[in-house]
C-alpha cells in the first residue's frame, strides 16, 4: 500500500516532535519498518515522495520487435517466439504495451 506525502508528513512531524517509531508506528497505523524506510528516503533525498521502482529490463526489445514485425507481417505469435527466444504469452504482452494490433484474415 502507498501512503499519501500529507501522511508522510504527518508520522515524520509526530516522529520530529520525540515521540519514538513504535509509539509513532501505533498512533498512525503504519509500520515500523516503513517508518524506517521513510527516515531513510528523507535523509537521503531531502523529501518524503514516493520513489517510482525501475522497470524490469524486458527479454524483448521493442525496437527489434517492432522492426521484425514489419519485416515478416504474416508471422504468428509462436514463430515470433522463436526468433526472440521467449514464449507467445510475452510477445502478446509486448504487442499490447506497445499498442501493435494485428487481424490476420483466414
Known sequence: MRYSEDI????MNYLDKGHTIKETSE???????????W??????TG???HRPHP???SKISPDRLVVYIND?????????????NCTPQAIFY??????ITRKKNG
Not at 8 to 11: A, D, G, I, L, Y
Not at 72 to 84: R, T
Open 8 to 11: 508522510r508528513k504527518k508520522v
Open 27 to 37: 498512533k498512525y497505523e503504519v509500520g515500523t519498518t516503513t517508518i524506517k524506510e
Open 39 to 44: 527516515k531513510k528516503l528523507r535523509a537521503e
Open 47 to 49: 523529501s518524503l515522495q
Open 55 to 57: 522497470r524490469k529490463c
Open 72 to 84: 515478416h507481417p504474416d508471422s504468428f505469435l509462436a514463430e515470433i517466439a522463436e526468433v526472440f
Open 94 to 99: 509486448a504487442f499490447k504495451r506497445l499498442g
